[in-house]
């Protein structure tokens, strides 16, 4: 962890006799109290907070929800009506699991929107940033298999369909794609077997989550956080402790939060999800277009507007691991967009690009929706291949402050971008 002294006194002689054995508050009071957080950081960074808050909610109303799901093709469907009519606050429950998966997701695009636009990426925090983007992976394995779990229609065909690319594999190893599809659905169609599979990792997995998350927050208390200016904590009036001042405005960010998340979870419940999924799975009925959960439509877009599946298949999981080599590909030496005139507007269409392709993977593959999904998705990669690694060269920066105190109390004294903005090391 961070190298900096805890204030931490212990006052009973109960705290007195735990420090001298297992220090365990003593180095809780150092990372999460007297730890030394920028002065300058907005309210963008509280979304780790958000995120914690979601993780958490999403494993205890899960556990509960487990409780009285029953993970059969016979039962499944119908468990969850029986969770939501007749047990004791089962709606409930059940609606803030629901909503809680949009509500997670929604908070880790801002995470990472954020880690973008301040360059949070780069060194020393490229450990830190690629576990996050493995976070982020295990979170969508998650919820793909949980949205499995209702056995509606919707599920049961996006299920059918998103396991059938893995098949795709035949045309490298013949054989290899199609043994694959048959072990993730314990036969040769998705059945109970699959949803038992499926039911079991997803109960599994947010506890991985949950060990990632820990070296996630490790790693982030090793390098220290970023700020709005790119700039490294060198002076002690640079940085405040992190109790009360980030923790009061995680608080206020987090009241706001669970203001949106109980107002779809009290009166828009089923706003996110699809009204087919109110109807029982059946395997000899297709739905007219089969789309996934919201935060998974720029992905299926990017699938889609590939003609061909292997391609399709490489491009979308591409998409995502290409985020892990942000920190090699963006070869500028400021971190922060703020101070970077060009780069800013290639990151604000970058955004539109991925909404536009959200929007895109909502409608069904024809006509001017594929190719206005294939010029997204071709941007959405330049904006990595080609974007990044060129203006980082090219661009120059704007003056960067001289340290973060000066960003906050203003200074006519700056210096020029290169000098300030070369990662510092601790």
Same mark, same amino acid.
């Given at each position: 962890?961070?190298?900096?002294?805890?204030?931490?006194?212990?006052?009973?002689?109960?705290?007195?006799?735990?420090?001298?054995?297992?220090?365990?508050?003593?180095?809780?009071?150092?990372?999460?109290?007297?730890?030394?957080?920028?002065?300058?950081? #907005?309210?963008?960074?509280?979304?780790?907070? @958000?995120?914690?808050?979601?993780?958490?909610?999403?494993?205890?109303?899960?556990?509960?929800?487990?409780?009285?799901?029953?993970?059969?093709?016979?039962?499944?469907? #119908?468990? &969850?009506?029986?969770?939501?009519?007749? $047990?004791?606050?089962?709606?409930?429950?059940?609606?803030?699991?629901? &909503?809680?998966?949009?509500?997670?997701?929604?908070?880790?695009?801002?995470?990472?929107?954020?880690?973008?636009?301040?360059?949070?990426?780069?060194?020393?925090?490229?450990? @830190?940033?690629?576990?996050?983007? $493995?976070?982020?992976?295990?979170?969508?394995?998650t919820a793909f298999m949980g949205y499995s779990l209702p056995w509606g229609q919707m599920s049961f065909w996006a299920v059918t369909v998103i396991t059938n690319l893995f098949s795709s594999l035949d045309s490298v190893i013949p054989g290899l794609g199609t043994r694959i599809v048959?072990?993730?659905?314990?036969?040769?169609?998705?059945?109970?077997?699959?949803?038992?599979?499926?039911?079991?990792?997803?109960?599994?997995?947010?506890? &991985?989550?949950?060990?990632?998350?820990?070296?996630?927050?490790?790693? @982030?208390?090793?390098?220290?956080?970023? #700020?709005?200016?790119?700039?490294?904590? /060198?002076?002690?009036?640079?940085? &405040?402790?992190?109790?009360?001042?980030?923790?009061? /405005?995680?608080?206020?960010? =987090?009241?706001?939060?669970? =203001?949106?998340?109980?107002?779809?979870?009290?009166?828009?419940?089923?706003?996110?999800?699809?009204?087919?999924?109110?109807?029982?799975?059946?395997?000899?009925?297709?739905?007219?277009?089969?789309?996934?959960?919201?935060?998974? *439509?720029?992905?299926?877009?990017?699938?889609?507007?590939?003609? #061909?599946? *292997? @391609?399709?298949?490489?491009?979308?999981? +591409?998409?995502?691991? *290409?985020?892990?080599?942000?920190?090699? *590909?963006?070869?500028?030496?400021?971190? +922060?967009?703020?101070?970077?005139p060009v780069y800013k507007w290639f990151f604000w269409f970058f955004i539109i690009t991925v909404i536009a392709l959200g929007y895109l993977g909502s409608k069904p593959p024809e006509g001017a929706y594929v190719m206005w999904a294939r010029i997204f998705t071709a941007y959405y990669?330049?904006?990595?291949?080609?974007?990044?690694?060129?203006?980082?060269?090219?661009?120059?920066?704007?003056?960067?402050?001289?340290?973060?105190?000066?960003? $906050?109390?203003? +200074?006519? /004294?700056? $210096?020029?971008?290169?000098?300030?903005?070369?990662?510092?090391?601790?």
């Amino acid at each position: 962890m961070s190298s900096h002294e805890s204030t931490y006194q212990p006052k009973t002689r109960i705290e007195k006799w735990l420090d001298a054995r297992l220090p365990v508050m003593r180095m809780m009071h150092a990372q999460f109290v007297d730890f030394p957080t920028p002065r300058n950081i #907005n309210y963008l960074w509280t979304a780790g907070a @958000l995120l914690t808050f979601c993780l958490a909610v999403q494993l205890l109303t899960g556990i509960v929800l487990a409780m009285h799901y029953a993970p059969t093709a016979m039962d499944a469907f #119908n468990s &969850v009506e029986h969770i939501r009519r007749d $047990v004791n606050f089962g709606w409930l429950i059940r609606n803030i699991h629901a &909503v809680g998966a949009s509500m997670f997701f929604l908070a880790v695009y801002i995470h990472i929107g954020r880690g973008l636009y301040y360059g949070s990426y780069k060194a020393p925090r490229e450990v @830190l940033w690629i576990i996050g983007v $493995v976070i982020f992976l295990l979170m969508m394995a998650t919820a793909f298999m949980g949205y499995s779990l209702p056995w509606g229609q919707m599920s049961f065909w996006a299920v059918t369909v998103i396991t059938n690319l893995f098949s795709s594999l035949d045309s490298v190893i013949p054989g290899l794609g199609t043994r694959i599809v048959q072990w993730l659905w314990g036969g040769y169609s998705v059945s109970g077997t699959t949803l038992t599979r499926f039911f079991s990792l997803h109960y599994l997995l947010p506890f &991985v989550i949950v060990g990632a998350v820990v070296l996630h927050i490790w790693a @982030l208390h090793v390098v220290g956080q970023n #700020n709005p200016t790119g700039l490294e904590i /060198k002076t002690a009036s640079d940085s &405040v402790p992190m109790a009360p001042h980030a923790v009061m /405005k995680d608080t206020f960010a =987090l009241a706001v939060f669970v =203001l949106l998340f109980a107002w779809f979870v009290f009166y828009l419940p089923d706003y996110l999800g699809h009204a087919d999924n109110y109807i029982e799975a059946n395997p000899l009925s297709t739905p007219p277009h089969i789309v996934p959960e919201w935060y998974f *439509l720029p992905y299926y877009a990017i699938l889609r507007a590939i003609p #061909n599946k *292997l @391609l399709g298949v490489i491009a979308m999981f +591409s998409s995502i691991i *290409l985020l892990c080599f942000a920190p090699w *590909l963006d070869t500028s030496r400021v971190r +922060s967009a703020k101070y970077r005139p060009v780069y800013k507007w290639f990151f604000w269409f970058f955004i539109i690009t991925v909404i536009a392709l959200g929007y895109l993977g909502s409608k069904p593959p024809e006509g001017a929706y594929v190719m206005w999904a294939r010029i997204f998705t071709a941007y959405y990669f330049m904006h990595f291949l080609i974007v990044m690694p060129i203006v980082g060269v090219m661009e120059t920066p704007t003056p960067l402050p001289r340290s973060i105190t000066e960003s $906050v109390l203003g +200074s006519a /004294k700056t $210096v020029p971008a290169g000098a300030a903005a070369a990662p510092q090391k601790h």
